[in-house]
């Protein structure tokens, strides 16, 4: 059984994704799975053993263009018995259905009707969890989703994560704090600098280093939070926001003593990774996202305006983010790795 999956367009939504990929292999050992999605996500799909091999989308995001959906459609005539379709979008399903995938599944979603022949109506109330809508599209309809539910797991080869440590000078002789401050959904999403800022001075004087993780677009962030740190502090940190490939920002982060992050792609990344992890949340909410690892602890503050799920904060404050003291977050560190490590570098001032 050859099974296409069509996949989505953010890195935690492929990451989560993981999730219908284990559920598949469950119910049909032998299956073939290929996923066809857009070339960033490769790095994230060959790090999954269920994923027999990735297929590059060449289209971004949004965009039709209804002859090269036809043209890869009927490249992949008579290959596959059928096709998922993670998004919920009419151009998403044009490819299944140019192939002429017997079997097409996929949610109720804008006039695919006579593109899907196995459409399902989702119940938000029983399925609630992005992950419980991936993975009921493995199962027939109706059916009840078995527990306890599979986490993603990436998996890192040490070839690669060795290559990446030698190319961008990094040494493993002390542990590593990984800071995620980005979220390219926006700014209702991110914790300030300064809080990132403290929370990396306590582990450095507690003789850690810092690691910060994200796109060309996070680096000035990355260099706020190293500009808000004493000279002595700073040097400990390592901006490596747009420095590194999706690839090696994953084989990297896998040397991570914890992880701080934002809710992001990262995130969902470090979870994969069964990380240590403190995850922030401020306009959205971990009942629809939640990381999912084995010691995982979420932060947020529940305010009245929140979640939102807003990119923006609509009062202009962004008091769930800019009230959560980074003590909160220390704290939450410190229930994931035990005992209070020792201050070793509490000279430096």
């Known amino acids: ?42 790095p994230i799909l060959e790090r999954m053993p269920q994923v027999r091999q990735a297929l590059s989308f060449p289209l971004g995001h949004g965009v039709l263009d209804l002859a090269t959906r036809r043209r890869i459609g009927r490249s992949l005539k008579g290959q596959y018995d059928q096709a998922i379709l993670l998004p919920n979008s009419l151009k998403s399903a044009l490819v299944p259905f140019f192939a002429g995938i017997p079997k097409r599944t996929g949610w109720r979603g804008e006039f695919r009707y006579g593109l899907l022949n196995d459409v399902r109506t989702l119940d938000k109330t029983r399925y609630p969890l992005m992950i419980e809508r991936f993975m009921a599209l493995a199962y027939e309809p109706g ?10 797991r990436l998996r890192i080869e040490p070839q690669s994560r060795d290559a990446a440590l030698a190319k961008f000078g990094l040494e ?6 990984v800071r995620c401050p980005g979220a390219e959904f926006g700014e209702a999403k991110r914790w300030p600098s300064e ?25 000035a962030v990355g260099e706020a939070i190293q500009e808000r740190l004493i000279p ?57 996202t939640p ?13 009245d305006c929140s979640p939102c799920f807003d990119r923006t904060c609509r009062f202009g404050h962004y008091n769930c983010l800019r009230l959560l003291e980074p003590q909160r977050v220390t704290e939450a560190l410190r229930g994931l790795e035990g005992p209070e490590p020792v201050n070793v570098l509490a000279e430096v001032d």
């Not at 990929?21 to 050992?29: A, D, I, S, T, V």
């Not at 059916?143 to 993603?152: D, E, G, N």
């Open 1 to 42: 059984m050859n099974i296409l999956i069509i996949g989505p367009s953010w890195v935690g939504d492929m990451v989560m994704a993981q999730t219908l990929f284990q559920c598949l292999k469950q119910r049909h050992p032998q299956c073939q799975i290929d996923v066809l999605a857009p070339e960033w996500s490769r």
């Open 143 to 152: 059916a009840v989703l078995p527990q306890p539910y599979p986490q993603p």
């Open 172 to 177: 493993l002789d002390r542990p590593v704090l």
């Open 195 to 219: 809080h990132y800022a403290a929370v990396a001075e306590e582990r450095i004087r507690q003789g850690w280093q810092v690691w910060i993780f994200g796109s060309q677009k996070d680096h």
């Open 232 to 288: 002595g502090l700073r040097e400990e940190t390592a901006n490596l926001c747009g420095g590194t490939s999706l690839a090696e920002a994953i084989d990297l982060m896998a040397c991570a003593r914890a992880v701080v992050s934002n809710d992001s792609g990262l995130m969902h990344v470090a979870a994969a990774l069964n990380l240590p992890l403190v995850a922030v949340y401020g306009s959205t909410s971990p009942g629809f």
């Open 291 to 303: 990381p999912l690892a084995d010691q995982v602890e979420v932060v947020r503050l529940g305010l």
